[in-house]
């Protein structure tokens, strides 16, 4: 099957090409048959990959399809590698994959008020941007290149790009003020940008961080000559010793890349907009695959962030920062799917915190289980979204776990498994996090287990106010339905899977067995005089489980109590706290410094290099000026033009004298 | 046999059609459809026939012309210009096909220009003999400056007078120049000056600035490039098409053929300056881009941009950044020409040009928008696409000798995303603007144009080793040229 492996791309783009080029010719139930179809059988032959793997215990097979570019001696063939690493992306992207595509056919069908049922406008084109992306995800993660990751890298971007700004035409939004009681002003909201705005700002922001990922490979190919993984991997350590700066330089560009993709401080500002795409959108793409690309490229280039501690280091602290500031954010979030985006960008970074303490499997660990739980939150939020006609507003929810059984028991379930409530997948991987974070830095350990508390306490603080307590607004209330049956589908089997997806990494000091761990190994670079592995006392361990069980459950009731016992606490505390709460309710304001700082100057300075250099400096002064000049000149000239044939010849006389004694005499 | 062909076809062609009545349009077009299509078909065989891997020139020919002055009639081609052909006779006859409706007036006139301008642009990517050359050159500016100032819009006369003195102006220094040489060796044939020609390197110096001053004109290099915003608002859609697509080429590949050659021990002393001007391009050209009102503009000023990747990989030093300008002039022709072909197709209907009378398009012409945005993911380097490769490769090769300058280009792709993007943004999403209600998608003549350029976007983007197997040759000569003359000059 491994040789097959072309096919997990082709196949989408096979769909992408029925879809995009007949798809309303062959109307929209056709479309959405092909579209999932050919998820599922690129996810099938990715499950035969897997036995392949597994079969000659891990070792990488090449597939080479043709030479891309040769010039001189660079070089850089079209080869896709299958290897427990690629694998496992393959198996998340499309088995997440196929049942957001599912959930889609019924997602972008939206009924009316009397209950008839509508397909979205350009249905056909937001399945073949679907397929789109599902392709370029498999590029960036079956390459066996720099290259190939790169344009996968830039692909998913653009993938992104259109899908976010897929209702293109949709206006920016303004947002309620968050009412404080009365006789207080109550928080007015920045309007939620439009689609096409959103989209844009995806694909620029990270474009910024792509700088720094191309620089990467510029350096790694002129200092290895190829950008070949297994050659530059294999040279690495040799490079490291002859030129001990080039690696952590590599080790940082490439960073700087995973900064943009993976939605990481400073460069975190498009995630949270991102939510205008569709909900599938949100799950597939900006939870579940995409922006995990980042922690995906420093797991396949490990050996390069072992090499440079320092490097990994900041990368730890930049994740482990981002993690405690995206929290602190989606507390005060009114926007279902903001919460969650922000709970995206702060996951992410534990992620970034996991492998930059070195703990790559822990990494990968948590980008799985995160794929399946979060998802499953994105998709329940849609569903919530589509029984309230697109409401998303908390405040206009209410008392849905009567209207809508399934989507709340797997709407708990996913925030269980966010929440690390103990045994759910999450709760393992968070767990692994932390307790390889505290063996390397307590102080960042202490800010992550901060942070676990207050994802424990914003998810159920969404679950409490959307699903719990009394309808808030009861026409909504009343028209609010059960999903489709394509839309449980996805939600029961991600439940299942966010339940008991922990089992890929059982703890090892309860002597329990953790299949990542083996499974991992043939793709990460043992340093020859790497010091001996954190080994923690059996103690520790475990008091460090305790505390991340207690610290999720505290969370969760605290939540409770704030917003099921006592609902006047949130208000007060708010209003008593209230610049603290508009910070937060802001964002901390950075999208205005950002405006301020880069974007308006940046306008200015065109305006300036437009209006006032090209057109007056430029092009009106000097240009027209020496041809006014010479205009004028030539008025002087023209009464030499006396049509004398004599003073002509005089001056071509001078003219060649002039010219052959520069050649005499030069 | 067949470059003289090439240059041949359409000037006879030109003749042909100068005998049909003038009202007779639609013999007119079809005569210069099949003219144009005819020099496409003979040009193939270049591409099949040509030998890989070879350097030095083919399909060449050697004739007497002025045998008094030892000036020949020499064309030929390598790596550096086959693509380059074969450019000129593929958008020729894209130009053509896409005046159809939009030209009523003169139409006669018009394709005859359209024809002349083809033969003089061909005769200057064949030339082998510099005075041959230099009669194509300046043969190449009447026809487009004809172009603009007839067929242009309201300030077309300023526009083709601009054009016309700015560039002659930029030529007058090369034609010294090339006196020069001629005098000293006693012929004007390329091949024998390259391996005859001894020039001390302060004489090289000065006569390389006179080369790249008229080259850098035409390519344009910042801060020579004012004159081409100007032509291309005026010039009418095929004229834009054909200025963008192989006239500014005619530019960067001197540089190669010429400038490079004649003079290689002036490369080491005039490139930091080039590179220097072709960054402030790529940087300032898009963020002129970024804020102008019409899309024609936009596009023009993506323009500079874009040339500025091509000059900066002619001069990055290695053999990798040259292929990949050679590339780039391709890719740009290709994308560049889809950009204001498509403006063409809305102006055309709407007779506005101004962002502010768009918005929300998409919606009513989801071909367009389509083929729109296919064009725009080319010209921001989307990989996939053409754009990617070249600008991939150009700034790779650059790196390994200027860091900081693949830097700052790397950094004109955050731009060109910024500016393109808005562009894409004001025109095809937002609420649809209502003054475009009775806009209609494109028809299959302009939908077929519109396949025809993105489908060898796509092909170049994913198989470009077709391309650079051909250019290698040639380039990997010339990059041996230079570090040989650079290793010289360094002891």
């Known amino acids: 099957m491994s040789q097959l492996i072309w096919l997990t791309i082709a196949l989408p783009i096979l769909g992408l090409l029925i879809n995009g080029l007949f798809g309303r010719r062959i109307g929209n139930r056709v479309v959405s048959i092909i579209a999932p179809l050919m998820v599922l059988l690129a996810f099938l032959v990715g499950v035969g990959a897997l036995f392949d793997v597994m079969g000659h215990e891990g070792e990488a097979v090449t597939v080479h399809l043709w030479t891309w570019a040769t010039i001189g001696d660079f070089n850089v063939p079209i080869n896709l590698q299958v290897d427990p690493l690629s694998v496992t992306m393959v198996l998340v992207v499309t088995g997440v994959g196929f049942l957001i595509h599912v959930y889609a056919t019924a997602y972008m069908v939206h009924s009316d008020d009397h209950g008839h049922d509508h397909d979205d406008r350009d249905f056909s084109r937001f399945f073949t941007f679907l397929n789109l992306f599902i392709a370029s995800m498999l590029v960036l993660v079956l390459g066996d290149n720099f290259l190939m990751m790169y344009v996968g890298w830039e692909l998913v971007g653009v993938s992104s790009y259109l899908l976010i700004g897929y209702w293109f035409d949709r206006p920016s939004e303004e947002q309620t003020p968050i009412d404080l009681g009365p006789n207080t002003e109550p928080v007015k909201l920045q309007p939620l940008l439009s689609p096409s705005a959103s989209g844009m700002k995806a694909f620029i922001v990270n474009r910024i961080g792509d700088v720094g990922f191309a620089l990467g490979v510029f350096l790694i190919w002129s200092t290895f000559g190829t950008l070949q993984f297994n050659e530059v991997f294999a040279e690495a350590v040799h490079v490291s010793e002859t030129m001990p700066n080039v690696i952590p330089w590599i080790a940082a560009l490439l960073f700087v890349g995973a900064i943009g993709k993976s939605a990481q401080i400073p460069l975190y500002v498009w995630l949270p907009d991102a939510m205008a795409g569709p909900t599938p959108v949100s799950a597939l793409i900006h939870a579940a695959t995409m922006v995990t690309a980042g922690v995906y490229m420093i797991v396949r280039s490990n050996i390069f962030y072992s090499l440079a501690p320092e490097v990994s280091m900041g990368v730890a602290i930049i994740g482990m920062a981002t993690a405690f500031f995206a929290a602190t954010i989606a507390l005060v979030q009114v926007d279902l799917k903001r919460v969650l985006a922000y709970s995206t960008v702060s996951q992410l970074g534990y992620m970034f915190a996991a492998v930059g303490v070195g703990a790559y499997t822990a990494g990968m660990f948590h980008l799985i289980t995160h794929a399946f739980f979060k998802a499953l939150l994105f998709l329940g939020a849609g569903s ?7 409401v998303i507003d908390i405040r206009r929810m209410g008392g849905l776990k009567d209207k809508m059984k399934i989507t709340w028991i797997t709407f708990w379930i996913g925030g269980l498994a966010l929440a690390g409530f103990p045994l759910m997948s999450g709760f393992f991987s ?34 409490f106010i959307a699903f719990h307590g009394k309808p808030r607004d009861l026409h909504l209330y009343e028209h609010a339905h059960e999903s489709r049956p394509p839309i449980t589908f996805a939600l029961i089997v991600l439940a299942v899977l ?8 059982l703890p090892v000091f309860l002597e329990l067995p953790n299949f990542l761990d083996g499974w991992l190994e043939p793709v990460l670079y043992a340093l020859p005089h790497a010091a001996e592995e954190h080994h923690m006392a059996f103690g520790t361990e475990l008091t460090l489980m305790i505390t991340s ?11 409770y109590f704030f917003y099921m016992l006592q609902p006047s606490i949130p208000q007060n505390l708010a209003r008593s706290t209230r610049p603290l709460f508009a910070l937060l309710a802001h964002k901390y304001w950075i999208d205005e410094l950002y405006d301020t700082l880069i974007v308006q100057p940046g306008l200015k300075l065109s305006r300036a290099f437009a209006d006032g250099l090209d057109k007056v400096v430029i092009d ?19 009464k030499l033009q006396n049509g004398y044939t004599g003073s002509y010849a005089l001056a071509t006389f001078i003219g060649v004298i002039i010219m052959i004694s520069y050649f005499f005499l030069r | 046999m067949i470059l003289s062909l090439l240059i041949l076809i359409p000037i006879v062609g030109a003749i042909v059609i100068a005998f049909v009545p003038r009202d007779q349009d639609n013999m007119i077009k079809w005569l210069a459809v099949g003219i144009t299509a005819l020099a496409l078909l003979v040009s193939l065989p270049l591409y099949f026939n040509f030998q890989d891997g070879v350097s030095g020139y083919q399909f060449e020919e050697i004739r007497p012309w002025i045998p008094a002055l030892n000036i020949g009639y020499h064309v030929g081609i390598d790596g550096l210009s086959l693509f380059l052909v074969l450019l000129t006779t593929f958008l020729t006859l894209i130009s053509v096909i896409s005046s159809w409706t939009a030209i009523t007036d003169g139409l006669k006139e018009y394709m005859i220009f359209m024809l002349l301008l083809e033969a003089a642009v061909i005769g200057v990517f064949v030339s082998l003999d510099l005075f041959l050359y230099y009669l194509f050159w300046e043969a190449s500016l009447i026809p487009m400056a004809l172009l603009i100032g007839k067929w242009g819009g309201a300030r077309r006369i300023y526009a083709a007078v601009k054009f016309i003195i700015y560039t002659m102006a930029g030529s007058t220094l090369m034609l010294v120049a090339a006196l020069v040489l001629y005098v000293n060796a006693g012929t004007s044939d390329l091949p024998t000056l390259v391996s005859t020609l001894n020039l001390s390197q302060n004489l090289q110096i000065i006569l390389f600035f006179a080369f790249a001053l008229a080259f850098s004109v035409k390519v344009p290099l910042f801060p020579l490039h004012t004159w081409l915003p100007t032509a291309h608002t005026e010039a009418p859609t095929a004229g834009s098409i054909m200025l963008a697509g192989v006239l500014l080429k005619m530019g960067t590949y001197s540089y190669l053929r010429f400038a490079i050659p004649l003079f290689p021990d002036a490369v080491a002393y005039w490139s930091p300056m080039l590179v220097t001007l072709a960054i402030i391009g790529i940087l300032y050209g898009a963020l002129v881009a970024l804020v102008q009102d019409d899309v024609k503009k936009l596009v023009a000023y993506s323009s500079v941009a874009h040339m500025g990747f091509i000059v900066l990989g002619t001069f990055s030093g290695g053999q990798q950044g040259m292929s990949g300008a050679v590339l780039q002039m391709v890719n740009h022709g290709l994308s560049t020409g889809m950009l204001f072909f498509l403006v063409g197709v809305l102006y055309e209907q709407r007779h506005t040009r101004l962002f502010s009378e768009y918005g929300g398009i998409w919606v009513k012409v989801p071909i367009f928008g389509t083929y729109f945005l296919l064009a725009v993911f080319s010209s921001v380097g989307l990989p996939g696409l053409n754009g990617f490769v070249g600008e991939f490769v150009i700034l790779l090769g650059t790196f390994s000798v200027n860091p900081i300058a693949a830097a700052l280009g790397t950094f004109g792709i955050v731009l060109a995303a910024w500016y393109l993007l808005t562009a894409t943004r004001k025109v095809m999403m937002g609420p649809f603007n209502e003054a475009n209600r009775n806009l209609k998608d494109m028809n299959m003549r302009e939908a077929g144009i519109a396949f025809a350029l993105i489908l060898f976007c796509f092909i170049i983007g994913l198989f470009p080793n077709l391309l650079f197997d051909k250019i290698n040759p040639a380039t990997a000569q010339l990059a041996e040229t230079i570090s040989a003359t650079t290793l010289i000059a360094g002891q």
């Open chain 1, 549 to 559: 069980a207690v610290v999720a459950v505290s969370g969760i009731f605290l939540a």
């Open chain 1, 430 to 463: 968070k767990d692994e996090i932390l307790a390889n974070v505290f063996a390397v830095s307590p102080v960042l350990w202490f800010f992550g287990i901060l942070t676990a508390g207050m994802t424990a306490f914003y998810t159920f603080r969404a679950i």
């Open chain 1, 498 to 505: 966010a339940i008991f997806g922990g089992v890929l990494g």
């Open chain 1, 384 to 390: 919530v979204m589509h029984a309230l006609h697109d």
């Open chain 1, 620 to 638: 009106e002064t000097f240009i027209d000026g020496t041809a006014r000049l010479f205009g004028r000149f030539g008025g002087m000239l023209s």
